[in-house]
T-cell receptor
Framework: DAGVTQSPTHLIKTRGQQVTLRCSPK?????VSWYQQALGQGPQFIFQ???????QRGNFPDRFSGHQFPNYSSELNVNALLLGDSALYLC??????????????FGEGSRLTVL | RKEVEQDPGPFNVPEGATVAFNCTYS??????FFWYRQDCRKEPKLLMS?????NEDGRFTAQLNRASQYISLLIRDSKLSDSATYLC????????????WGAGTKLIIKP
């Protein structure tokens, strides 16, 4: 049973560029949440996708956008990259059956460095 | 004030000792509480949910104090493998879907 998979694992971009990160949720899960984790900080909620729609969004600018596909996989896009966007981006999958009381399963993350 | 606050540590503890972490939260309407563990440069993994009556899982005990709005995690007979960052998680103010994470408390168990 495949867990949550994310790609790429590491990437380096320069300021102003755009990046797309990908996530495949755990088998049987239909909900994907994205988090940004800066060094020494806890994960910060970016947004959550369910039924191919953004269901909830955290305090992130419109430069951060996402998409969920019919197979439940998801993408996170960040435009006009800033140095401060350097972080570990975590994808978490869950089941809508358990709502907000269920366990989140995380991928290993995509580590983005912006130069 | 942050929505979820934790002592960042690090807590340096000898193997076999008991260690306790506290976490305070600001949203009195929060209903869901968790402790996650994160190893260095790895993803967070659920350690345990926290229930109103308190709950225990082996060497780990979690307590919730709604009146004072804090949750705690107690680790007994600590092992070297317990070294990690422990993250307190609470469901958010604006929505039941959004989980708010503390910055984590780093625990170092020394032989």
């Amino acid at each position: 049973d495949a867990g949550v998979t994310q790609s790429p694992t590491h990437l380096i971009k320069t300021r102003g560029q755009q990046v797309t990160l990908r996530c495949s949720p755990k088998s049987g899960h239909d909900t994907v949440s994205w988090y940004q984790q800066a060094l020494g900080q806890g994960p910060q909620f970016i947004f959550q996708y369910y039924e191919e729609e953004e269901r909830q969004r955290g305090n992130f600018p419109d430069r951060f956008s996402g998409h969920q596909f019919p197979n439940y996989s998801s993408e996170l896009n960040v435009n006009a990259l800033l140095l401060g966007d350097s972080a570990l981006y975590l994808c978490a999958s869950s089941s809508s059956w358990t709502g907000n009381t269920g366990e989140l399963f995380f991928g290993e993350g995509s580590r983005l460095t912006v130069l | 004030r942050k929505e979820v606050e934790q002592d960042p540590g690090p807590f340096n503890v000898p193997e076999g000792a008991t260690v306790a972490f506290n976490c305070t939260y600001s949203n009195s309407a929060s209903q869901s509480f968790f402790w996650y563990r994160q190893d260095c440069r790895k993803e967070p993994k659920l350690l345990m949910s926290v229930y109103s009556s308190g709950n225990e899982d082996g060497r780990f005990t979690a307590q919730l104090n709604r009146a004072s709005q804090y949750i705690s995690l107690l680790i007994r007979d600590s092992k070297l493998s317990d070294s990690a960052t422990y993250l307190c998680v609470v469901n958010g103010r604006s929505s039941n879907y959004q989980l708010i994470w503390g910055a984590g408390t780093k625990l170092i168990i020394k032989p």
